[in-house]
């Protein structure tokens, strides 16, 4: 079962602008991560926030939280071609063998 | 080099020959997990791993075996492959599982005619 949902599914930018997508979920959790996945290839780990932390930041990406709503933001800011990708939400919880959950995704089309 | 190994990368077998997807990792984790990943249905965990010889199921365990007889070594078998295993499966591994970064490995895209 899917414990993250992202929204929205898919997303086209010019280059320079910011992108935000975010990640809803279902029961309470321990951990929330971002990852990146370009075409086909594995994930590759962005960003991580605890359930008592609000706000994180790593270069040009901002990741939110807000337990009250079940629910997480990431900002690209700034984003180049390189940045097109899919980004998947995951949440992590003990009563769940501590596994990590993945959303559907979005896909970010950054055009030149 | 940090990484997560998975072989082979590409494979096309037929229905109900047995086959087995290594997966190796050289950072010392004690979680590891098999995932497949399907158009609109995201990630889905198979089985996981939290040490050595512990092993439980994941969100799609039927169909699938896999074993943790060391730790750096997590292998995905399928006894039986049937055309809806058609998919690209992803090993990841992991410090603790919770609260830690997942590593991937480049992901196995295996196709059952």
């Known amino acids: 079962s899917q414990q993250g949902e992202e929204d929205p599914q898919a997303l086209s930018i010019q280059e320079g602008e910011n992108a935000t997508m975010n990640c809803s979920y279902k029961?309470?959790?321990?951990?929330l991560q971002w990852y990146r996945q370009n075409s086909g290839r594995g994930l590759v780990h962005l960003i991580l926030?605890?359930?008592?932390?609000r706000e994180k930041h790593s270069g040009r990406l901002r990741v939110t939280l807000d337990t009250s709503k079940k629910s997480s933001s990431l900002l690209i800011t700034a984003s180049r071609a390189a940045d097109t990708a899919s980004y998947f939400c995951?949440?992590?919880?003990?009563?769940?063998?501590?596994?990590?959950?993945f959303g559907g995704g979005t896909r970010v089309l950054v055009k030149p | 080099e940090a990484q997560v190994t998975q072989n082979p990368r590409y494979l096309i077998t037929v229905t109900g020959k047995k086959l087995t997807v290594t997966c190796s990792q050289n950072?010392?984790?004690?979680?590891m997990s098999w995932y497949r990943q399907d158009p609109g249905l995201g990630l889905r965990q198979i089985y996981y791993?939290?040490?050595?010889?512990?092993?439980d199921k994941g969100d799609v365990p039927e169909g699938y075996k896999v074993s943790r007889k060391e730790k750096r070594n997590f292998p995905l078998i399928l006894e039986s492959p049937s055309p809806n295993q058609t998919s690209l499966y992803f090993c990841?591994?992991?410090?603790?599982?919770?609260?830690?970064?997942?590593?991937f490995g480049q992901g196995t895209r295996l196709t059952v005619v």
């Open positions: 990841a591994s992991s410090f603790s599982g919770l609260g830690t970064e997942a590593f």
């Open positions: 029961t309470s959790i321990n951990n």
């Open positions: 926030i605890r359930s008592n932390e």
């Open positions: 995951a949440t992590d919880r003990v009563a769940a063998g501590n596994k990590l959950t």
């Open positions: 950072m010392n984790h004690e979680y």
């Open positions: 791993s939290m040490n050595v010889e512990v092993t």
